[in-house]
Nanobody, 117 residues
Framework: QVQLVESGGGLVQAGGSLRLSCAASGSTFSKNAMGWYRQAPGQQRELVAVVTSGGNTNYADSVKGRFTISRDNAKNTVYLQMNSLKPEDTAVYYC???????????WGQGTQVTVSS
C-alpha cells in the first residue's frame, strides 16, 4: 500500500502563500492519480485539486486561479502551491492517491493550514 507523508503546512496571513509537499512510497507513483483534499472543522472533507497520471489537472471552484497542483514523478512527490490564501482556506490538508488499479482514494495523515485575517 502506498504511504503518503505531507509537509509544508503552517500559519500564514491572509494574502500569503504556502506550498504543500507530499512524498509517496512505491514504484508506481507515475501511474497513479494524485490529489489534495481538505477538511475544515465541522465540515466534510472536500477535494481541492487532482493531477492525473497524464498531467491533467482539475480544481475545486473555490481555489481556481489561486492554487496549483503539480507532480514530480522522479521524486515521487506531489505539490500544492497555494497563493492569495483566505481565512476560509483554513483546514487540515490531506494528500491523496488513487492507484491505477483502483477507483478509491487513500489519504495521508494531513497537515494543518491556518490562514489568519
Amino acid at each position: 500500500q502506498v504511504q503518503l507523508v505531507e509537509s509544508g503546512g503552517g500559519l500564514v496571513q491572509a494574502g500569503g502563500s504556502l506550498r504543500l509537499s507530499c512524498a509517496a512510497s512505491g514504484s508506481t507513483f507515475s501511474k497513479n492519480a494524485m490529489g489534495w483534499y481538505r477538511q475544515a472543522p465541522g465540515q466534510q472533507r472536500e477535494l481541492v485539486a487532482v493531477v492525473t497520471s497524464g498531467g491533467n489537472t482539475n480544481y475545486a471552484d473555490s481555489v481556481k486561479g489561486r492554487f496549483t497542483i503539480s507532480r514530480d514523478n522522479a521524486k515521487n512527490t506531489v505539490y500544492l502551491q497555494m497563493n492569495s490564501l483566505k481565512p476560509e482556506d483554513t483546514a487540515v490538508y490531506y494528500c491523496a492517491v488513487r492507484p491505477f488499479y483502483s477507483v478509491q482514494w487513500y489519504w495521508g495523515q494531513g497537515t494543518q493550514v491556518t490562514v489568519s485575517s
